[in-house]
């Protein structure tokens, strides 16, 4: 099982905003943004300890279960200062769910899995783990949305299910940011675009031309983008670049 992976500052500077006992957190570790956000958060020396959640770790995470999230988040908090969680899980098809291309093919069940995964299971990882955020100095919580989820820029239609579940999460960030804001100012709680990444999740939908990023080059724009964001861009949508995106 993966479990609580602890390191010292390395040849890289620790950031000074940081404390020392300074904690990073991601969720969806075992995926292939997760896991590439893992590496780079390890290799960045800024955190004294880095976390890696999924359902293999230890503790395992199953953002379906509230409690096994409450159990996460109680080690967590143990841990240190936590200055930075990612939420980097999703769904966009498998287990027989894909993107519905007509109305015809809206279903309950289906859509109630996307729910369930990209917009209450990250509500819930607020819920639990926003209280962890210090109530002074930087910290941020940044979840994964997509840009389908934006309204205003839906110009193809289709994907119903996962274009209103990412929506969902959007107004579940905006929401829990303006409550963050009053007890902890200094913190930020965003969603964030990652562009379509060579990943599980994209690998049927990339079309030609299309432009697809690694992981690694994903991770690496993602941890830059937030590094670059201050308080008031909280409850925010930014692509990866730091780019705000319409609702």
Known sequence: MMAAQVLEPGSGELNAA???DSVAVVIGAAGGIGSALLIALLGSGEYR????LSRQSDPPIDIEAEATIAEAAAHVGALGTVRLIVDATGLLHGSGVDPEKSWRQLDAARLARYFAINAIGPALLMKHF??????????????????????????????YGY???KAALNQFVRTAAIELRRSRPDAICVAI??????TELSAPFA??????????????RILR???????PNSGGFFDRN???LPW
Do not use: M, Y
């Open 193 to 198: 675009h990652p562009g379509t990444v060579d």
């Open 130 to 159: 926003l209280p962890l955020l210090p109530r002074s100095g930087p910290a941020v919580f940044a979840t994964l949305s997509a840009k389908v989820g934006s309204i205003a820029d839906n110009e193809l239609g289709g994907w």
């Open 207 to 220: 079309k030609a031309g299309l432009a697809v990023h690694t992981p690694d080059d994903a991770a690496h």
């Open 163 to 165: 274009r209103a579940s």
């Open 225 to 231: 983008c937030l590094k670059g964001l201050t308080p």
């Open 18 to 20: 940081h404390q020392s």
């Open 49 to 52: 300890t880095v976390v890696a």
């Open 242 to 244: 730091g780019d705000r």
